[in-house]
């Protein structure tokens, strides 16, 4: 009996609580609109104060309300986690509130949901690199920011990933056997140029040592002395840089081979 009574009561507290924000809604009074959204805000009811603000933020539109409206909207979107939205909102507050109170957070924001709704290094980088230059031109305008620090980090991370993208992609050649081995070596190559400083340098150096010796000893006979030659460059470029590496038993079997096949 008691639980019973204790559904009901529960039942009758969203049932006035929906009919509360659906009068709202249906409100022709702007500023008890303007009131609640904010009452909704701040109580973490980021959904029905995403329905307000949609309905006043055009009504309040060149007021002094105008840009707290448009920030609060972006931020409820923020808060449900509708980063796309989000980004959106505080993309277009920054271009119209440049001198708002709120514009320093709105493109620091802005530049962060772009950071968090970039995927995984294996899938399409567009929204990291958009995520790093609005990042990088929140940094330009806001050296002093309370934000900076937050953002260089973001940034790194966001670097990173394109340099996992990169070494994930050159990678897939490698692994796609002998008929890929050339295109391998190009986008090793390529990689190790746009990011010399890789976490992955000593594998990819390894990788194209490795490659160079397979395409070796596929090819046909006037090839082979050219390409072992190849193969040995390859070697004392990547020996010279990790002598202790744990590859070095496979890359001295790969160079004394390929010596002795010039020979």
Request: with cysteine; net charge positive.
């Amino acid at each position: 009996m008691i639980r019973n009574s204790v559904y009901i009561g529960i039942l009758l507290f969203i049932l006035s609580s929906c009919s509360g924000y659906e009068k709202v809604l249906k409100s022709s009074d702007y500023n008890l609109k303007y009131k609640k959204a904010f009452e909704y805000y701040y109580k973490g009811d980021y959904n029905r104060a995403s329905g307000i603000f949609e309905q006043i933020v055009t009504v309040f539109r060149s007021t002094s309300k105008s840009d707290s409206i448009t920030f609060f909207q972006g931020m409820a979107a923020y808060k449900q986690r509708d980063y796309v939205t989000a980004q959106y909102y505080f993309s277009s507050f920054v271009q119209t509130f440049s001198y708002s109170q709120f514009a320093e957070e709105a493109e620091f924001l802005s530049a962060y949901c772009l950071y968090l709704d970039s995927p995984k290094a294996s899938l399409d980088q567009e929204s990291t690199y958009k995520g790093i230059e609005s990042i990088q031109s929140f940094m330009r305008k806001y050296p002093s920011s309370k934000f900076y620090e937050q953002a260089k980090q973001c940034m790194i991370e966001l670097q990173d990933k394109l340099v996992e993208k990169s070494y994930l992609s050159a990678k897939l050649y490698y692994n796609m056997g002998d008929i890929k081995l050339k295109s391998a070596i190009i986008a090793l190559k390529s990689s190790l140029e746009e990011f010399p400083n890789t976490k992955y340098r000593e594998e990819m150096m390894w990788l194209i040592l490795d490659s160079n010796f397979k395409i070796a000893e596929n090819s046909i006979e006037s090839k082979k002395k050219d390409r072992y030659q190849s193969t040995v460059d390859e070697y004392y470029s990547f020996i010279s840089e990790f002598p202790q590496s744990k590859w070095k038993d496979d890359a001295q079997k790969i160079y004394e081979k390929s010596e002795k096949l010039i020979k």
